[in-house]
């Protein structure tokens, strides 16, 4: 039986122990959090802004090129010499542009005299001389993009104008232009904000809203929106300026408790201004999920530490309160000649590990899930042979290095990242998967596809969308990808697959490079 004394001593003993291991435990936690939110935070803050710079660059490089092919079909028009015959009736004229633009789906394509009338078949001429942009046309003699306008039956279809000057020895003898539906303008900036959490906003020639990603109102001015936040080291009729005067710029701004990063600048071939917008919360939420794993790593940590440490708090208080116990008994078997020992070992091994499964700057999965999933893929088509072809393409950045090497490492990551998001569309679009095999190599599995000449036809569209601008400090990056792929056969592993579509990839490397090359089992084909 213990004493009184004894059982008062093991438990102040043990309460000293875990008092401290509680302590200790709790403060390492709040140490823990506080690290976790701080990096997360500032990681964050970089992903806003190199968001919010890659998004401006390349919705003000897409808005250009889609503005500039308007202008070189125009420009190309207006090198026919049927516009600047007086003997060739306006009717005629009309009909010619009619024609091409039953083509090209523009809202319509218009031939304007000298005297600054509109002629369309089926309708009266009719004089826009009192349009500020004819004006500026006949004045200046150089092509011009205007604002955005309301049109249409409906009153509700935003457009926007596209003027070419026809020229005859330096006189003005007319104009022709074509009217753009500004719905296609809307859905890229949609598209190229779809994967991210920024909004960007399209900035007339007079600072008003021209279309958004956001909820932001058509017309309303630029100045008034910057003028309800909180601007640091920067005023709204600051940053106004610099857009009216065709400059690029940035800025961070707070609306009640959401800090903001804002990139903004011109577009080249129409005075119009993008702006990207990316908000802390948002972005920080969004990189929570992929986080979470190093905060359940810390929390598993954490937990496992305390585990150990407190056990061993334990069997500390457990000795002491039965080294007491010894040192009575001890006392009492002196007078007799006896001795006791006892000895305590301990012992505390902790390892825990993580890995990550998407590659952080295409979105594609890393190689090592990637093959494991693959393998999965390539188990159940051995065992459903649906009569489906199962294809494995690699897909390889042509020139990666030389682009480095001659813009900068960002302009390879924006080639890199638009090609995984492209890659990401066709994997789910045909049942796939994409993964990020190397630096400038991807590996796609297409699997819903029917027959050789579909695959045919996918690989080509493929290698179309793949061949695609990248603007960089303002300059215009031509980019394009090689394609190598192979068609299972029951006789061949994974491994054999990527071996043949990466013969396949050689191919095309040794053949000028921006095709694709299709490698089958017990033949070879060449596209």
């Known amino acids: 039986m213990k004493t009184k004394k004894q059982k008062r001593v093991a438990k102040s003993a043990e309460a000293l122990a875990f008092s401290n291991v509680h302590r200790a435990f709790i403060v390492c936690l709040i140490l823990g959090m506080m690290i976790f939110l701080l990096q997360n935070a500032f990681l964050t803050y970089k992903t806003m802004k190199q968001t919010a710079r890659t998004i401006q660059q390349s919705a003000s490089a897409q808005t250009s090129e889609k503005v500039n092919e308007s202008l070189k079909l125009l420009k190309s028009l207006a090198s026919l010499p049927i516009f600047y015959d007086p003997g060739i009736a306006w009717e005629e004229k009309v009909a010619k542009l009619d024609q091409i633009n039953e083509y090209y789906g523009y809202m319509f394509i218009c031939y304007v005299d000298e005297d600054i009338v509109v002629y369309t078949l089926g309708e009266e001429p009719a004089s826009l001389a009192s349009r500020d942009h004819m004006q500026k046309v006949y004045a200046s003699k150089q092509p011009y993009v205007t604002d955005s306008f309301v049109a249409g039956a409906d009153g509700k279809t935003l457009n926007y104008t596209v003027i070419v000057p026809l020229l005859q020895d330096g006189v003005m003898t007319g104009s022709l232009f074509a009217t753009v539906v500004l719905d296609d303008t809307s859905a890229l900036l949609q598209e190229i904000t779809s994967t991210t959490t920024a909004d960007a906003v399209l900035i007339g020639s007079k600072g008003q809203v021209m279309c958004s990603t956001n909820d932001t109102p058509y017309g309303a001015s630029i100045l008034n929106i910057l003028s309800g936040y909180n601007l640091s080291h920067v005023t709204a009729d600051q940053i ?130 990637f093959l494991d999933r693959a393998e999965a893929m390539l188990r159940e088509k051995q065992a459903n042979r649906d009569g489906q072809l199962f294809a494995l393409c690699f897909i390889d950045l042509d020139d990666l290095k030389t682009l480095n090497d001659h813009n900068g490492h960002l302009a390879g990551d924006m080639a890199l990242q638009r090609i995984g998001a492209l890659l990401r569309e066709y994997g789910a679009k045909y049942d796939g998967l994409v993964g990020r095999y190397g630096g400038d190599e991807f590996i796609l599995i297409l699997r819903d596809i029917d027959s050789r000449e579909e695959l045919d036809a996918v690989l080509k569209e493929l290698v179309g969308r793949l061949k695609f601008n990248v603007r960089c400090e303002d300059k215009e990056i031509a980019t394009h990808c090689s394609i190598g792929a192979s068609i299972w056969h029951q006789e061949l592993t994974l491994g054999m697959l990527i071996a043949n579509a990466d013969k396949a990839l050689y191919d095309v490397k040794c053949h000028g490079k921006a095709n694709y090359s299709i490698f089958m089992y017990g033949e070879h084909d060449e596209i």
Not at 324 to 339: F, H, L, P, T
């Open 240 to 369: 106004e300026e610099q857009m009216l005067n065709r400059q690029a710029g940035s800025f961070q701004s707070r609306s009640g408790a959401d800090l903001m990063y804002t990139e903004y600048g011109p577009v080249e071939n129409a005075n119009w201004d993008i702006v990207v917008t990316v908000s802390f919360w948002p972005e920080f939420f969004s990189i929570l999920p992929s986080a979470g794993f190093v905060l359940l790593g810390m929390l598993l940590l954490l937990s496992g530490v305390y585990y150990f440490v407190n056990h061993h708090a334990r069997l500390q208080a457990k000795s002491i309160e039965t080294m007491v116990k010894s040192v009575q008994e001890i006392q009492k078997k002196v007078c007799q000649g006896n001795d006791s020992t006892e000895l305590f070992d301990y012992e505390n091994i902790i390892q825990l590990s993580s890995k990550g499964l998407n590659d952080d700057l295409t979105g594609a999965f890393t190689r090592v899930i």
